[in-house]
C-alpha cells in the first residue's frame, strides 16, 4: 500500500484529509503536514521527516501537495529527488485527487501519477446554467 503525504501552506492539508475521512473514511498511513506563516523550511524538514517516519521504511510514498513552487513543494522535493525509485510528488491537490488516490494505493506509485494528474484536471467542473 502506498503511503501518503498531503502538505500546504496553513492547515488547508489537515481539512482536505479531513473531508476525505468523511467521504472514504480513516485511512492507514496518511499524514498531513502544514507550513504555518511563523515557520521556515528547517521546521518543514522536520515536519516532512516525521510524517516519514510514522510510515516503514520500504513504502512507496507518494507527496500531494498544493502548490508547484512554494515551500512545502520545494522541500518535498528535495526528499523526492533523494528517494525516485519510491517517491513521487503531485502538485495541485484537491479533494477529488485525494479520493483517488486511495483507491490506487495497491499500484506501483510510478503508475499512478499521470492518472491522478487526470483525476485532479477532471474535479474541476463548471455549472451551466440556460435560460428558460
Known amino acids: ?56 521504511k520500504d513504502d512507496q510514498v507518494l507527496f500531494l501537495i498544493d502548490l508547484f513552487g512554494g515551500s512545502p513543494f520545494n522541500v518535498a522535493s528535495r526528499i523526492v529527488a ?22 490506487v494505493r495497491d499500484k506501483p506509485v510510478s503508475e499512478i501519477v499521470s492518472h491522478l494528474e487526470e483525476t485532479a484536471r477532471a474535479g474541476v467542473k463548471h455549472l451551466e446554467l440556460t435560460a428558460f
Open 82 to 103: 533523494e528517494n525516485l525509485d519510491k517517491y513521487a510528488l503531485i502538485t495541485g491537490l484537491n479533494l477529488p485527487m485525494l479520493l483517488e488516490a486511495y483507491t
Open 1 to 56: 500500500m502506498i503511503a501518503i503525504v498531503v502538505a500546504s501552506h496553513g492547515k488547508f492539508s489537515e481539512g482536505v484529509l479531513q473531508s476525505s475521512r468523511m467521504i472514504f473514511g480513516d485511512q492507514e498511513k496518511v499524514q498531513a503536514v502544514t507550513f504555518m506563516p511563523n515557520e521556515g523550511p528547517d521546521d518543514l524538514t522536520k515536519k516532512f521527516k516525521d510524517a516519514l517516519a510514522t510510515f516503514d
